[in-house]
C-alpha cells in the first residue's frame, strides 16, 4: 500500500514537473521577448555553388533572469540544404581575436510555418540587461537554382537565389542589415524592399529596424555565376593501413556538373578555337588538394590511365590538377579513379596511453570547391586490429565490415563511415583508434616463409621420386 502510494505520489510529482517544463520551455525559447537582438549583420557569400553564410547577432536580455540559450531560425528548405552550421563566441582584442566555439543542437518544437529552430548554448547565462555578440556560420549547397535551366555552349549561367530580406527570428530585431555578393558585376535583377542599393558586386538589403519576430520578406536575385558546380554524387575512399610502411588511399568519384544543362550540340571546333567565349560555364580541369609526401599517384577510369594530370609537391601539400576526357557540361557526368600512397609515418600514431594506435587523416573530399552529395570513407585495418573507435568533429554514421585482401587469414577489419552532403569546410582530421598486437605483423611473413618451405619440401619431394623412376628406368 505504502509503495503504491509513493508510486502515485511520484507519478504526480513527475507529470507535474514536465507540465512545468513544457511550460517553461514554450514560454522562454520561441516566445521569449525578454530577449532581443539589439543588432544583427548577416553576409551571404554567392561567389561559387557553395553559399557561405555569416551571421553577427548582439544579443541582450531585457527581462530578469538569466538566459543560458540563444535560438536561430530556418526555413525548412534551408534546413534540407544545410551542410554546416557553427556558432562561436568572439573575444579579445582587435589584433588578438580568439574564437570559443558553441554547442549547437536542434530544437523543438517547430515554430510558425514550420519554422526550424537551433539552439545555441552560451558558455555562462547571460543575466539581467547584459549583452553578448554571437558569430554563426552556416552553408547551404543545391540553394542556387539555374535559370534559364538550359544554355547553349557559348552562353553564360544565370541563377536565382531566394532568401529573405529580413532575417528570420524567432527575437524582435532592433537594427538589421544583410549584403549579398555576387560572383560578378551582371545582376539581372532583385527584389527590392526599402531601402536596397547595389555597388559593385555587394547588394545591401537595410538597414531594417524593429522588425518583430518572425518576420519574413521574400526576395529574389538574378545573376550571373560561371563557377563550376562541382558535384560529386558518391566519393568512396579506401583507406588501407599496412604497418608494413605506407597508408594506401584509392578515391572513387562520380562527378557531375550541376549547372544550366547543354542546349544543342557540343561543338568541341568551337570550345578549342574561341576558349575565352566557348564553354564559360563549364569546367575541364580538378584541382585535388593531397597530402604532403604523397607517391605512386595514379588518375584512370574504366577505358584506362588518364594521361592529363599534373602532380606539384611542396612540404605542405601536394597538389594534383586532373582533365578528364571531356569538359564537362551542365547536366554531364564523369567517373574516374585517383590513387596514391602516403607513409605510414605521418598518419599513424600511438596513443598517449601507449595501448592503441591511430590514424589521424584528413575527412572530406580533397577536391576545390565541391559539394558531395554522399561520402563514404572505409579504413581497412590491419590484420589482427580490435576495439576500432571513431572520432570526428561532426556526427557520421558508422559500421563494421570485414574484408579480405592478399595473405589475410581472419580477414581485416573495416570502418565504413557515410556522410551526406559534405563542403570543403569537412575537410577536418578525423581519427580512427584500435587495438593492434605487434605479433601479428609476424603473421603474413610467417605464411610466406611457411608456403616457400612447403614448395621446398614438395620440389624435394617431386625430385626424389623422379630420381627414383629414373633409376628405376634405367636399372
Ligand atoms: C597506369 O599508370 C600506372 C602508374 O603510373 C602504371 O603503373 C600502370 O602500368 C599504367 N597502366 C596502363 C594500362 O597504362
Ligand atoms: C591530427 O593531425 C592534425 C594535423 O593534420 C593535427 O593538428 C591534430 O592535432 C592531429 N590530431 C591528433 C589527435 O593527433
Not at 558535384?231 to 593501413?241: G, K, M, P, S, Y
Not at 577505358?303 to 605542405?316: E, F
Not at 569546410?425 to 611473413?445: C, G, I, R, T, W
Amino acid at each position: 500500500m505504502a509503495m503504491a502510494m509513493e508510486l502515485k505520489f511520484g507519478n504526480v510529482l513527475s507529470i507535474s514537473a514536465i507540465i512545468f517544463l513544457c511550460f517553461l520551455g514554450s514560454f522562454c525559447s520561441a516566445n521569449d521577448q525578454n530577449l532581443r537582438i539589439t543588432n544583427a549583420e548577416r553576409r551571404i557569400d554567392l561567389s561559387s555553388h557553395i553559399i557561405k553564410v555569416f551571421l553577427t547577432l548582439k544579443v541582450e536580455n531585457k527581462g530578469m533572469s538569466p538566459i543560458s540559450e540563444v535560438i536561430v531560425a530556418f526555413t525548412p528548405v534551408e534546413v534540407d540544404h544545410l551542410a554546416l552550421l557553427k556558432a562561436v563566441l568572439p573575444g579579445g582584442k582587435k589584433k588578438k581575436k580568439t574564437y570559443t566555439s558553441l554547442d549547437i543542437n536542434p530544437k523543438l518544437p517547430d515554430g510558425p510555418n514550420g519554422t526550424k529552430y537551433f539552439s545555441i548554448t552560451l558558455l555562462k547565462p547571460l543575466k539581467s540587461g547584459e549583452v553578448v555578440t554571437l558569430e554563426v556560420l552556416y552553408i547551404l549547397t543545391r540553394s542556387i537554382e539555374p535559370f534559364p535551366t538550359e544554355i547553349s555552349q557559348s552562353e553564360s549561367q544565370l541563377v536565382y537565389y531566394r532568401d529573405s530580406a529580413i532575417i528570420l527570428s524567432p527575437y524582435h530585431i532592433e537594427q538589421q542589415t544583410t549584403f549579398i555578393r555576387t560572383p560578378s558585376t551582371k545582376v539581372e535583377s532583385y527584389t527590392n524592399v526599402e531601402p536596397t542599393n547595389r555597388a559593385g558586386v555587394e547588394l545591401k538589403y537595410g538597414p531594417y529596424v524593429d522588425q518583430p519576430a518572425h518576420t519574413f520578406s521574400p526576395i529574389i536575385v538574378h545573376f550571373e555565376n560561371n563557377n563550376p558546380f562541382v558535384v560529386v554524387d558518391e566519393l568512396v575512399r579506401e583507406i588501407e593501413i599496412s604497418h608494413w610502411g605506407s597508408i594506401q588511399v584509392t578515391e572513387h568519384y562520380k562527378l557531375a556538373h550541376a549547372g544550366a544543362r547543354l542546349k544543342g550540340s557540343f561543338s568541341r571546333v568551337d570550345y578549342q578555337s574561341r576558349p575565352s567565349v566557348s564553354g564559360v560555364a563549364s569546367f575541364k580541369q580538378l584541382l585535388a588538394r593531397l597530402p604532403p609526401r604523397v607517391y605512386s599517384v595514379y588518375y584512370r577510369d574504366d577505358i584506362g590511365n588518364i594521361s592529363s594530370s599534373h602532380l606539384r609537391l611542396d612540404s605542405k601539400k601536394s597538389d594534383l590538377e586532373i582533365e578528364p576526357r571531356y569538359p564537362l557540361f551542365g547536366g554531364w557526368k564523369a567517373s574516374f579513379i585517383i590513387g596514391y600512397r602516403v607513409p605510414l609515418e605521418d598518419f599513424l600514431y600511438e596513443s598517449t596511453d601507449g595501448k592503441q594506435r591511430y590514424l589521424n587523416f584528413s575527412f572530406g573530399c580533397p577536391m576545390a570547391e565541391t559539394v558531395v552529395n554522399k561520402l563514404t570513407i572505409k579504413v581497412a585495418l590491419p590484420e589482427g586490429s580490435k576495439n576500432p573507435s571513431v572520432s570526428a568533429p561532426f556526427t557520421l554514421e558508422q559500421h563494421l565490415e570485414t574484408t579480405y585482401s592478399y595473405l589475410d587469414v581472419f580477414g581485416r577489419t573495416v570502418v565504413v563511415l557515410n556522410k551526406m552532403n559534405v563542403v570543403p569546410e569537412h575537410n577536418s582530421p578525423f581519427q580512427v583508434y584500435y587495438d593492434f598486437k605487434p605479433a601479428f605483423m609476424l603473421v603474413e611473413p610467417l605464411i610466406l616463409v611457411s608456403v616457400f618451405f612447403l614448395f621446398f619440401l614438395a620440389c624435394v619431394a617431386y625430385l626424389h621420386v623422379d630420381i627414383s623412376i629414373m633409376k628405376y628406368k634405367t636399372s
